[in-house]
């Protein structure tokens, strides 16, 4: 393996919170990653190009494309993985240093899944039950899996949180998901301002998503033939349909029988309100999770099905992992700078450099 000399130098902005994770090896690698104002400071001269020393906008270019950090420049991202300074030199394999990296970002977004995510979505009561006694329906025989009720079903619980309209500048249009944030073209003015959907301390509150209250807005009902493709019926133009539509394709369970396995108490005719438009089957899953969250949960909250779903398998998911912060140090807590008490993915994706 091609080896780099990584005497990497810099000012202020290193990444040093990579270090907890690197120091657990059985060899302790230390390294220092420059930012782009570091760079006047590296070794020049005639210097064979695998001893110059790794800049860091090309250890952070993948990791930080993926974390939403990316439109802040490397300089931030790097500064942002920088609880303290320390120096060192060694020789390193330049792609333990992306390695490191990635495992940094990914244990930040597990540990706020578990931690800030889950508990909103689903209650603390149930992701306290999971951290001490682990999933009890889903445990996989084999390696990891997303079930077709999650996939299918239970996740699509967001579809009903969707908005209308979003404003992605302080000072822009409000758009409608499609076709305006349609995606696969050039960003243009459509660049996000993550303050506007992520409450940040300082700034006014974001705009808050629709209550799981099984509606869904003009733009989903009438889906752009960009995503549908021809269709013979409006009906298919419909994410609602096509979700339905899915759920009977997959052989989904209905959403009684889900509750009778989980023994749950399952929502009364009068809750579910099917009988008034003459649906006398039982409910698919995706209606009755969405049902669920509405008329127990006054759509703040998954309800006892959904959210039982969507927490055993995302808190199975990381759990398996056996590189998880679950598996390797289930007490590990984020090592970002974080504006309150508590770290937030706020803090992830606004760097405070930058609000």
């Avoid at 899944?113 to 996989?140: D, K, M, Q």
């Avoid at 992605?168 to 076709?179: C, E, K, S, T, Y």
């Avoid at 959210?307 to 390797?328: C, H, K, M, Q, T």
């Amino acid at each position: 393996m091609k080896q780099y000399r990584t005497n990497v130098v810099g000012a202020v902005a290193v990444t040093n919170a990579f270090l907890p994770l690197v120091e657990k090896g059985a060899q302790k690698k230390v390294i220092n990653i420059s930012s782009a104002a570091g760079d006047s400071e590296s070794v020049k001269g005639n210097v064979p190009d695998e001893l110059l020393p790794v800049r860091a906008s090309e250890v952070v270019r993948d990791f930080a494309r993926h974390s939403g950090m990316a439109n802040h420049g490397s300089d931030v991202v790097c500064s942002r993985l920088r609880p303290t300074l320390k120096f060192s030199e060694h020789n390193f394999p330049v792609r333990h240093v992306f390695d490191d990296a990635r495992r940094a970002l990914t244990w930040h977004y597990q540990w706020l899944i578990v931690n800030e995510f889950l508990p909103v979505l689903v209650g603390t009561s149930l992701v306290e039950e999971l951290a001490e006694r682990g999933p009890a329906h889903y445990r996989p025989v084999d390696e990891p899996f997303i079930p077709v009720e999650f996939a299918d079903a239970a996740y699509r619980y967001g579809h009903s949180q969707i908005r209308q309209l979003y404003r992605l500048q302080p000072d822009g249009p409000a758009r409608p998901v499609f076709p305006d944030l349609m995606g696969f073209g050039p960003v243009g003015d459509r660049r996000v301002d993550w303050s506007l959907l992520f409450d940040v301390p300082g700034h006014p509150a974001a705009q808050r998503a629709k209550p799981i209250d099984g509606t869904l807005p003009r733009s989903l009902i009438e889906l752009p033939a960009a995503i549908t493709g021809a269709v013979d019926e409006s009906a298919y133009r419909s994410l609602a349909g096509r979700d339905l539509e899915r759920g009977l394709g997959t052989g989904l369970p209905s959403g009684e029988s889900v509750a009778q396995l989980l023994g749950a108490d399952a929502l009364s005719d009068d809750e579910l309100g099917l009988r008034e438009h003459g649906w006398r089957a039982e409910t698919p899953l995706w209606l009755y999770v969405l049902r669920e969250a509405w008329v127990r949960q006054q759509g703040d909250r998954l309800g006892e099905v959904g959210g039982r779903i969507v927490a055993e398998v995302l808190y199975g998911v990381i759990g398996l992992d056996p590189e998880s912060y679950l598996a390797v140090e289930p007490d590990w807590t984020p090592t970002l700078p974080a504006r309150d008490s508590l770290f937030g993915l706020s803090d992830l994706l606004v760097p405070a450099e930058a609000a």
